[in-house]
């Protein structure tokens, strides 16, 4: 069996996938996140697919737009496509939460992978960004995660060094 928990020491959190967008045929992904106390990614959005955060367990923080949400057990939020939003946990107490990407997302699921794989190997820094700027570029790529704003001036830079770093392999 493929392993399905990935943790990140370096943004003290930990992702399961509950369901692979394979698994799914392609309908959508549901991944599990515990997270410690965290500022968690930086503002942020997605083309290609919505989240639904449903916490489980804890408190979970989470900026659409301007606006933050403060979601307790059992409640919900829908991120539309092409929406900024980021998450994090303000508290010491873990909260245990689901996203679910909808469509399915792959390069998601291999974004946590290659992220996690990088923070466990102490390839980050120590809020967990790549300490190589092809690793990120090549990430934020598949994962199709796009910064707002300014940030977004980066975009051509960031899809050309992936195209160059995937040519290097």
């Given at each position: 069996m493929e392993k399905r928990t990935f943790a990140n020491p370096a943004i003290n959190d930990a992702a399961t996938f509950l369901k692979t967008s394979e698994e799914t045929n392609g309908e959508y992904t549901l991944i599990e996140i515990e997270?410690?106390?965290?500022?968690?990614?930086?503002?942020?959005?997605?083309?290609?697919?919505?989240?639904?955060?449903?916490?489980?367990?804890?408190?979970?923080?989470?900026?659409?737009?301007?606006?933050?949400?403060?979601?307790?057990?059992g409640e919900?939020?829908?991120?539309?496509?092409?929406?900024?939003h980021r998450f994090y946990n303000e508290s010491v107490e873990k909260v245990k939460f689901h996203i679910t990407l909808n469509p399915g997302h792959t390069g998601m699921e291999n974004f946590i992978k290659i992220f996690y794989g990088l923070a466990s190997d102490g390839l980050t820094d120590k809020k967990g960004k790549p300490k190589k700027f092809a690793h990120l570029a090549v990430a934020l790529v598949i994962s199709d995660s796009n910064a707002p704003?300014?940030?977004?001036?980066?975009?051509?830079?960031?899809?050309?060094?992936?195209r160059q770093a995937k040519k290097d392999g």
């Open positions: 997270l410690g106390k965290s500022d968690g990614p930086p503002l942020h959005y997605h083309n290609a697919f919505s989240e639904t955060f449903q916490v489980k367990d804890g408190v979970l923080y989470l900026q659409v737009g301007k606006k933050i949400h403060i979601l307790k057990v919900s939020v829908i991120v539309p496509r092409g929406t900024n704003g300014w940030m977004s001036l980066l975009s051509p830079v960031i899809r050309s060094v992936a």
